[in-house]
Nanobody, 120 residues
Framework: QVQLVESGGGLVPAGGSLRLSCAAS????????MGWYRQAPGKQRDLVAGITSGGTTNYAGSVKGRFTISRDNAKNTVYLQMNSLKPEDTAVYYC??????????????WGQGTQVTVSS
């Protein structure tokens, strides 16, 4: 069993900052690529930022320069630092991790989602 537990969402004014955290736990042999996705009402779920096991990062163009993804492999945790937030960043944010379990199964796991609301 693998679980992703998220924290850090909330309500902030435009221009403010939030830091999201996502900790993975369970029967994990290896924790590979991790990422943050977001989904606004009526929209598809899109990648915000991703990070490989080696620390290579990639970002959606809309957040590049404002958001920073990082990971702590010892804690099986991925973070998303969000600065200069805009109302259009409002969405449910989901953590995702590609996990190989001790039983040799590899699949993506999702967190429960956390609401980020940016007021104008």
């Amino acid at each position: 069993q693998v679980q992703l537990v998220e924290s850090g969402g909330g309500l902030v004014p435009a221009g403010g900052s939030l830091r999201l955290s996502c900790a993975a736990s369970g029967s994990i042999r290896s924790l590979d690529a991790m990422g943050w996705y977001r989904q606004a009402p009526g929209k598809q779920r899109d990648l915000v930022a991703g990070i490989t096991s080696g620390g290579t990062t990639n970002y959606a163009g809309s957040v590049k320069g404002r958001f920073t993804i990082s990971r702590d492999n010892a804690k099986n945790t991925v973070y998303l630092q969000m600065n200069s937030l805009k109302p259009e960043d409002t969405a449910v944010y989901y953590c995702n991790a590609d996990v190989t379990t001790h039983w040799g199964l590899r699949r993506g796991y999702w967190g429960q989602g956390t609401q980020v609301t940016v007021s104008s």
